[in-house]
Nanobody, 119 residues
Framework: QVHLVESGGGLVQAGGSLRLSCAAS????????MGWYRQAPGKQRELVAV???????NYGDSVKGRVAISRDNAKNTVSLQMSSLKPEDTAVYSC?????????????WGQGTQVTVSS
């Protein structure tokens, strides 16, 4: 079994910063891509950021320049540093990781953490 647990969500004022973290645990052979998606009420889920095994990154257009994703391969963690937050960043943020266990690679998801940005 594999589990992803997020932490770091909460309430922040517009213009503020927040750091989200996600830790993967379980019967992990290899973690491939890791990343974050978000979903606001009434909206489709959208990519926030993704990072590959070599550190290559990709960011959603709505957050480019305001967020930075990083990972610690030794600790099986991925983090998202967000700054200059806007009310429209309010959403449930979910981390995912493409993980190879004894089975072929599969996308595992965390339970999600709420980020609320007040104006």
């Amino acid at each position: 079994q594999v589990h992803l647990v997020e932490s770091g969500g909460g309430l922040v004022q517009a213009g503020g910063s927040l750091r989200l973290s996600c830790a993967a645990s379980g019967d992990i052979f290899t973690i491939l891509a890791m990343g974050w998606y978000r979903q606001a009420p009434g909206k489709q889920r959208e990519l926030v950021a993704v990072i590959g095994t070599g550190g290559d990154t990709n960011y959603g257009d709505s957050v480019k320049g305001r967020v930075a994703i990083s990972r610690d391969n030794a600790k099986n963690t991925v983090s998202l540093q967000m700054s200059s937050l806007k009310p429209e960043d309010t959403a449930v943020y979910s981390c995912y990781a493409t993980i190879r266990t004894i089975h072929p690679p599969y996308d595992y998801w965390g339970q999600g953490t709420q980020v609320t940005v007040s104006s």
